[in-house]
Structures are given as C-alpha cells and as structure tokens.
C-alpha cells in the first residue's frame, strides 16, 4: 500500500512537470543510454561502451548513470560521454529533478534509451521529460509501478524485447538493432575497466597475481546471500592452500570480519568501487553470487562459481555456459524466476544448497585451473 500511494504521488508529479517538459519537435540525432540501476545493471550495460567505436559514428553518444558508480567508469577514454546525477537529491528535491531534466534537455536527443531492468517512477520521468525524439525501455514489468495503471508506459515509443528475459541478450539485441552485427559485437573488457598491471594489495604483498580468491560473499539484497556461517566453512577450507580475498563495501566489513574469523590466511577488502575490478583480474578464481562484482568477473573472462538464488533466475544469470570458465550452482525448484515474491517463509533456493556440494565444485574448478 505505501509502494502505490508513492508512485500515485510521483505520478502526480511527473504529470505536473510533463506540462512545462514536452517532447522536442526539432530533436537532434544523439543518443543516450540510461540505466539506473546498481553495479551488475551497469556492467550488464557495458556492452554499450565496448562497442562505442560502432555507435559514436556521426553522432554523439552520452550514458547516464547515478554519481555513487561513476567510478566504476573512471579509466574509461573513448567517446562515449558519461553524465551522472545525485539519486537522492533528484527523489527528493524538487529544484534538483528541475536543474537534471533541463541539463539532459539542452543536449536535444534523437533518442533516449531506458535500459533499467526495473523500472520505476523516477526512471521512467528522466526517460519521458528527456526531451528526446524517441524514448525506448527494455523493461515490460510493472511490478515496481503498482497504483499507476501502467500510463508511463503507453508513453514509449516501445517497450523493446518483452518476450526475452536475459538483459545480456536483450543488450545483444539492442546493439544489433543499431546495426552492429552480432558477429562484431564485443562482450570482453577492452574500454570499460582501466585494468592496472597489479593492485593496491599485490602492491602492499599482502598477495600474490594469480594466486589468491576472490570471494564475494554478500548482497545488496537481504536474504540473497548462501550465508555467513556456509562462506565462513568454503573460505576456511580454502584458505589451507590458497590466500583468500574477501571483499565487500565498507558497511559489510563486520560481516566479513565474522567470515573471516580471525583468519590470518585471509583478507577482508573494502577497496573502492574503482579498484574491484584490477582485484577481480588478478585473481585465480572467484566466487560469488548473483552480484555486481560476479558480473565484473564475467566480463573479465575469469574462472568462477556464482552460487545462484532462484528470484531472478535467466535474467541474469546462468550465462555463457558454453565457457567451461563460468560455473554457476543452484537448486532448481519449480518457483524459479518469482521475482522474490517467495511463497515460503524463507529462501529455500538459496538456503539448501548444499555446503557439500558447493565445495566439491569449487575443488574440481580449482583443479581444472591447475
């Protein structure tokens, strides 16, 4: 209930600025591709910048994204122009939505791209006020948009790819749409992660390259994770033979601390977001879940095992498994894909994986590495 009488609110709002925000007649030919969702959305969305050389030619390419995973983004040298904004300010402050919409307006769009895999009130009015030509989504759901009656939508262009669930595939399919070839379209960091030749701790020899793991244990999402008591045995274990990097953000140190356990053969990290990915390449393994920094590792071709919860099962994740190098484990049940609107009272799917069977996994991976 309080979810529909907010977005009922910001309905009200939206309509409100749609009177002094319309559509362009005269809109340019640029493009800009926004996502406003966390770390894996965006490296999802990376495919974009991979293949900026095919989408910058005559025309100017920008990326929207919040302020807090600009970062993530900071070694990046192409042509592909990055705006962030301050999430909070913008939910909050009315002068500051004023100030955003009218800075995204001066840009005069041809089209604007909603790539957000849920999609909301507020993406939904950066999207539509953008002033742009065309405006797209690539999110059918309205799960997050209860008590609007669905009138955002009708206010696309179109609503791209609703039959695919996979938000790789639907990407695959939007460069293709653009007229990239699938056969041309790289997937593999070559622009997006400015990947050093070591890492703050290799620096400090606290490990060495290519022989510690990556674990992390921990999601942004409540009832996500296998659990601190199953990550504290895997990284024990592990950590006989090989130095073990736990990392997770600075909030989650207390919880890596308890999987750490006083360890000395492992390390907790809470390198900036920047970093992750010069830790992530240099490791030999990683472990995780379904998670931002899985899809980091993903991207940077390295071994892994993602321990899979079933809520969103195919959109992201299992993917590439033709790639012996991507190894993903769960425990199939007939409610996958819930979206977590789970009819238990706990997360079975996550819950009963097997410590067991993950760590047999994890032990023929690391062979196979060997």
């Known amino acids: 209930m309080i979810r529909i009488i907010k977005n009922i609110a910001s309905l009200l709002i939206f309509y409100f600025l749609r009177m002094f925000f319309r559509r362009r007649e005269n809109a340019g030919k640029d493009i800009l591709f926004y996502?406003?969702?966390?770390?894996?959305?965006?490296?999802?969305?990376?495919?974009?910048?991979?293949?900026?050389?095919?989408?910058?030619?005559?025309k100017?390419?920008?990326?929207?994204?919040?302020?807090?995973?600009?970062?993530?983004?900071?070694?990046?040298?192409?042509?592909?122009?990055?705006?962030?904004?301050?999430?909070?300010?913008?939910?909050?402050?009315?002068?500051?939505?004023?100030?955003?919409?009218?800075?995204?307006?001066k840009l005069r769009l041809g089209s604007f791209y909603n790539l957000t895999p849920a999609r909301g009130m507020l993406n939904d009015e950066i999207s539509l006020l953008s002033g742009a030509g065309r405006t797209f989504a690539m999110c059918s759901d309205t799960k997050y948009l209860k008590g609007t009656g669905g009138?955002?939508?009708?206010?696309?262009?179109?609503?791209?790819?609703?039959?695919?669930?996979?938000?790789?595939?639907?990407?695959?399919?939007?460069?293709?749409?653009?007229?990239?070839?699938?056969?041309?379209?790289?997937?593999?960091?070559?622009?997006?992660?400015?990947?050093?030749?070591?890492?703050?701790?290799?620096?400090?020899?606290d490990i060495k390259k290519n022989e510690y793991i990556v674990v992390s244990p921990l999601s942004s999402e409540p009832g996500r994770s296998w659990g601190t008591v199953n990550f504290r045995k895997l990284c024990s274990e592990l950590s006989v033979h090989y130095k073990i990097v736990l990392t997770g953000s600075e909030k989650e140190k207390k919880y890596l601390e308890i999987i750490r356990n006083n360890n000395k053969n492992i390390i907790t990290d809470t390198s900036p977001l920047g970093e992750l990915p010069s830790l992530i390449e240099h490791c030999r393994f990683f472990i995780g879940g379904d998670s931002g920094l899985t899809h980091i590792a993903l991207k940077l071709g390295k071994p892994l095992l993602?321990?899979?919860?079933?809520?969103?099962?195919?959109?992201?994740?299992?993917?590439?498994?033709?790639?012996?190098?991507?190894?993903?484990?769960?425990?199939?049940?007939?409610?996958?894909?819930?979206g977590f609107d789970c009819i238990y009272n706990k997360k079975?799917?996550?819950?009963?994986?097997?410590?067991?069977?993950?760590?047999?996994?994890?032990?023929?991976?690391?062979?196979?590495?060997?």
């Open 151 to 205: 009138r955002t939508g009708s206010l696309y262009d179109s609503i791209l790819f609703p039959e695919i669930k996979n938000e790789y595939v639907k990407h695959t399919e939007l460069l293709k749409l653009l007229g990239i070839p699938e056969e041309e379209i790289l997937f593999e960091n070559k622009n997006t992660f400015a990947l050093r030749s070591d890492n703050y701790r290799i620096y400090k020899n």
């Open 306 to 338: 993602a321990v899979l919860d079933g809520g969103y099962f195919n959109r992201y994740f299992p993917y590439r498994t033709d790639d012996t190098k991507n190894n993903y484990i769960y425990k199939m049940m007939d409610c996958f894909e819930c």
């Open 60 to 105: 100017q390419v920008y990326f929207l994204v919040k302020e807090k995973y600009l970062s993530l983004f900071g070694g990046y040298k192409g042509e592909i122009k990055f705006i962030s904004y301050k999430h909070g300010l913008y939910k909050w402050f009315l002068p500051y939505r004023i100030f955003l919409l009218t800075k995204i307006r």
């Open 348 to 370: 079975l799917c996550i819950t009963e994986i097997r410590y067991e069977d993950v760590l047999e996994k994890v032990k023929n991976i690391l062979k196979d590495i060997e």
């Open 35 to 58: 996502n406003s969702e966390k770390i894996g959305d965006l490296v999802v969305s990376s495919v974009i910048i991979e293949n900026d050389d095919k989408l910058c030619k005559e």
